[in-house]
């Protein structure tokens, strides 16, 4: 299996556990390559969804095959600024500026035909 399709894959197990927590999926793989200010800040947020509270919450989902690496420790201080800029594009663009907003990461660690499966609430 190329790493992209186990990519997707790893994104279609997070989807399928958080719709399983009664989570409104609203956008996979949302690409932005323009923010406010006319900055060009270019990337994907994995998965964008509504709790069950009614929070706005950003998804980061990273995978590895096995448990010798714990896969989270891939979301460090580069991806996290990265995804608060990407964040605020999605917020300025769909109007949502009055939203609770929350950062999770979902960390699966495949191995063999089983997933592992790690939610990181307000990871950052």
Known sequence: MSMKNFGRLAE?????YLKHLNYKILERNWYSSLTPYHKKWKGEIDIIAQSPTGQLIFV????????????????????????????????????????????DVIALNRIQNYWKIKHIIGAF
């Open 60 to 103: 980061e989902v990273k995978a590895r095959n096995g448990t010798k690496y714990s896969p989270e420790k891939a979301v460090n201080k580069s991806k996290q600024a990265s995804l608060k800029r990407l964040c605020e594009s999605y917020i300025y663009r769909y109007q949502k500026l009055d939203s609770m907003i929350r950062f």
């Open 12 to 16: 279609t197990r997070a989807t399928n």
